[in-house]
């Protein structure tokens, strides 16, 4: 299990805000500069939210790739699917901390070649329905690396405003 059913009807209470999930829209650029540096042909957005990713991505010229987005706030879009690069993007700090350990398991599970992660460090300036703030957890790079590392190999690390991005491989794939 990676969300409860009252955080997911929180999430899904978010989510009809127009101003919530775009996050992904100022890492488009790396994102498309990841695919095409490296030729890839599919990419799964894990936390897709209103897919606005694949929507900037496409505005900016970057096609070509099936697309597979996962939300739990949006059902319709199935299951986290396998691909070329997996994108978490602002995603793992609005995760509930008992499900953190189950949804880095999860991404683990689909991260074919490479993945891009985003993860902010402080409040967000949005809150839950029942009044806590969006980031559940509000901790600096040092408290997430070692989680990360347990699953991920960890190609590239760059601050960003508010906290940092990663470039990351499979385990398997670094110790081969």
């Not at 396998?82 to 683990?108: G, M, Q, R, S, T």
């Not at 402080?122 to 509000?138: V, Y």
């Amino acid at each position: 299990m990676t969300i409860s059913a009252e955080y997911l009807a929180q999430q899904q209470e978010l989510h009809k805000n127009p101003n919530y999930g775009v996050a992904s829209l100022q890492y488009a650029s790396i994102v498309a500069d990841i695919v095409r540096q490296l030729g890839l042909k599919s990419i799964s957005d894990y936390g897709a939210g209103k897919c606005n990713l694949r929507k900037k991505l496409n505005e900016i010229g970057c096609s070509g790739f099936d697309y597979f987005p996962y939300d739990p706030a949006f059902p319709e879009y199935g299951k986290p699917t396998k691909a070329d690069l997996v994108c978490c993007i602002d995603v793992l700090e609005h995760i509930e901390p008992l499900y953190l350990d189950a949804v880095l398991k999860d991404l683990e599970k689909i991260v074919v070649n490479f993945a891009f992660f985003t993860i902010h460090t402080g409040p967000a300036q949005k809150t839950l329905p029942d009044g806590r703030n969006a980031h559940l957890i509000q901790k600096p790079a040092s408290w997430w690396l070692p989680k990360l590392c347990r699953h991920f190999e960890i190609r590239q690390l760059q601050e960003a405003q508010g906290g940092f991005w990663l470039a990351l491989s499979p385990l398997a794939a670094a110790e081969a």
